[in-house]
């Protein structure tokens, strides 16, 4: 008999986020490890994010998903409230009584960086003793943007107050959690350090699972993406995924490296194009301020920033089409870069610039998927002598590639190993 686990994941598809990401990726195996799902979503009429009805096709048919309403956006902004988990939890609530009621479920798994939706877990579980998962995919307490005095994504006072309620329902959320999976081992060291009643055993590491699916059916989709003419004589090197202040150092390495490179020989670079695709998180926000860095190095006719995001299958064409990829780490060592493995699975060249302690260089470099540049310390100069024999390799496979990734080592890492892992994990909480 197959056990039952509601899975909360607000932006589901048709939704293009990257939060519901290893949920849709693990949903065609959650069958063969002996769990039905339901996915309990927010309806797309409420959620202010690109709409990709071809996410939809990737969902298997006997999937069930509950789609609750929210307060409208138009309605919550009069009263300067935009935020989705505030406006939708009521409803969140009333969308899945009937079926606690009927004891349809025995487990309850957050997949979600819509943090606040987390407390409902407490609820449930005290309600209806469903047992409940965590998982964070980014942190949801961080000191992050105060350590490092950069501006935060939506301006001061939105983290402000967003920090001031996770002061308070962060441990709240965790205090009766049965389990808590994370991205990166940073976050259970950061929160065992922050609340002294949380024990190793109550974590587990687990990244995303590689879209291995997607790239099969990508062809058959027949997608045009708009960001470059792959066959305009151009070298079209390709980062997509969001920037910000955190991966400054970075794009200025990369950057520093390319223009000095590009003064000893200009002529290798004539027709090289750098392209950041889908840069930032708001759609209201069209600043280009990885070109404002470019710019700074005199390589702003190199390159090319789309700060919207793109559909999804869109993104995956994007690398398809590409020439080379650009992996751009944070300097924060907790990033755990998911968007690594669909960048292994468009088999083109990879530079990858990250700390040193992320988990991503272990992958790069056990799979031999791409060239890797390590840092630990905040000046660019430093990985100067690091950077451009890449760059020069770079180069060279940009004319002729060869894939040499080792696919044998890259197996555990695939979405079918990844919900093997997760259902091993749903077993040692179910419900009595």
């Known amino acids: 008999m197959k056990r ?22 693990s949903l065609p195996y959650f069958d063969d490890f002996g769990w039905k799902v339901t996915v309990l979503c927010i309806a797309p009429e409420f959620v202010e994010g690109i709409l990709d009805n071809q996410l939809m096709s990737t969902i298997p048919p006997e999937t069930e998903i509950i789609q609750a309403s929210a307060i ?3 309605l919550s902004r009069k009263f300067f409230l935009g935020n989705l988990a505030v406006r939708s939890i009521p409803f969140l609530v009333s969308a899945t009584s009937k079926y606690f009621e009927k004891n349809k479920f025995d487990l309850v798994y957050f997949s979600t960086t819509m943090f606040l939706t987390m407390v409902l877990g407490r609820y449930w ?3 209806y003793k469903v047992p409940y ?18 501006a935060p994504p939506g301006g001061r006072l939105k983290y402000k107050i967003a920090q001031t309620l996770a002061q308070t329902l962060e441990p709240f959320a965790l205090k009766k959690a049965s389990h808590i999976i994370s991205v990166s ?6 929160l065992m350090q922050r609340y002294a009643w949380l024990k190793e055993e109550q974590f587990t590491v687990l990244p995303f699972g590689a879209p291995e699916k997607d790239f099969e059916i990508l062809p058959s989709l027949k997608v045009q993406q708009k960001i470059f003419d792959p066959n305009d004589g151009c070298k079209h090197w390709v ?3 969001r920037g910000g202040n955190d991966m400054t150092f970075s794009l200025k390495s990369l950057f520093l490296g390319i223009q000095k490179l590009r003064r000893d020989c ?3 670079w004539q027709k090289v194009k750098l392209h950041f695709v889908g840069t930032k998180y708001s759609v209201f926000d069209n600043n280009k301020e990885i070109e404002a860095i470019a710019k700074l190095y005199d390589l702003d006719d190199l390159v090319i920033e789309h700060p919207q995001r793109i559909p999804y299958f869109e993104a995956l064409q994007v690398l398809s089409d590409s020439h080379a990829i650009l992996i751009i780490g944070s300097d924060d060592r907790s990033y755990s870069a998911s968007k690594v493995y669909p960048y292994i699975l468009a088999r083109k060249p990879i530079l990858a610039i990250l700390h040193q302690e992320s988990l991503v260089v272990n992958v790069l470099r056990n799979c031999q998927a791409g060239e890797v540049v390590t840092f630990s310390q905040a000046d660019p100069n430093e990985i100067m002598n690091l950077m451009i024999p890449k ?35 749903f077993d040692r909480y179910i419900s009595a």
Request: include cysteine.
């Open 4 to 25: 039952h686990v509601l899975i909360v994941s607000p932006h589901f598809p048709p939704i293009n986020a990257a939060d519901h990401q290893r949920i849709r990726m």
């Open 72 to 74: 409208s956006q138009k």
């Open 125 to 127: 579980l005290n309600k």
């Open 133 to 150: 998962i965590l998982d964070f995919q980014d942190p949801w307490l961080s000191d992050y943007y105060d350590r490092t005095q950069s």
């Open 185 to 190: 081992p940073e976050y259970p060291k950061m």
């Open 239 to 241: 980062y997509v995924g």
């Open 266 to 268: 200009p002529e290798d």
């Open 391 to 425: 760059l020069r390799s770079l180069l060279a496979q940009s004319e002729s590639y060869s894939n040499s990734t080792k696919w044998n080592v890259f197996q555990p890492y695939t979405a079918k190993e990844m919900t093997r892992r997760q259902c091993a994990i």
